[in-house]
């Protein structure tokens, strides 16, 4: 191993170690008492190390906020090639449910992303562009279903990805907060339900 690919291995573990000091700080203070001078005291790093890696505290929740999304966004990329309206909803469902058991198994860490993206335009900014990632992905679904003659053609794909979207996104919201009054099974058929009988021809 050369003393460059020394430095580069280095540097990977530092900024690992910084994201892993983070999450705990992020989780045990909240984000807005959470402060970057503790995630590197837990770290245990220098300042001068961790500041080439991140500017501060918003830096690192972007990047945890991402690799948590990303796993979300793995059950928007499923494979969506339905030959008949009961198909479809049955992906639909799988997906609305496993979106939904995603957002109980990641309650704590969402928690802090929605403290984050009400105080922090910088988050919120971040957030968004999360949010029109999905929704292109649904749009390209539901643009997949009209061509093949299974969903109505004269409906907007991109309006109504959005509004199936938001309906996952208040959702998931409510079982970050703990103020879900269903279970998920319930929530996923009820809104996949509605949402397909709209769609579907």
Not at 63 to 72: A, G, K, S, T
Not at 169 to 190: C, F, G, P, Q
């Amino acid at each position: 191993m050369t003393i460059e690919d020394k430095r580069h291995l280095r540097s990977i573990l530092t900024r690992q170690k910084l994201l892993e000091a983070a999450k705990e700080v992020f989780l045990q203070e909240g984000f807005q008492k959470a402060t970057i001078s503790q995630m590197i005291k837990k770290a245990n790093i220098g300042y001068g190390t961790a500041y080439v890696h991140f500017e501060g505290k918003e830096d690192l929740l972007i990047v945890l906020m991402e690799d948590v999304m990303e796993r979300f966004y793995e059950i928007a990329e499923i494979s969506f090639l339905p030959k008949s309206k009961q198909e479809a909803e049955e992906i639909i469902y799988k997906q609305a449910h496993a979106f939904l058991t995603m957002a109980e198994a990641e309650r704590a860490m969402m928690q802090v992303f929605e403290q984050a993206i009400g105080v922090s335009s910088f988050i919120s900014d971040k957030w968004k562009a999360i949010r029109e990632k999905f929704i292109q992905r649904i749009s390209k679904d539901i643009s997949f279903a009209q061509q093949n003659g299974l969903a109505r053609a004269e409906l907007n794909h991109k309006i109504v990805g959005r509004g199936w979207f938001f309906t996952n996104e208040m959702y998931l919201w409510e079982i970050v907060r703990n103020e879900h009054h269903a279970s998920v099974e319930d929530v996923a058929k009820t809104i996949t339900s509605v949402y397909t009988t709209g769609l579907y021809l």
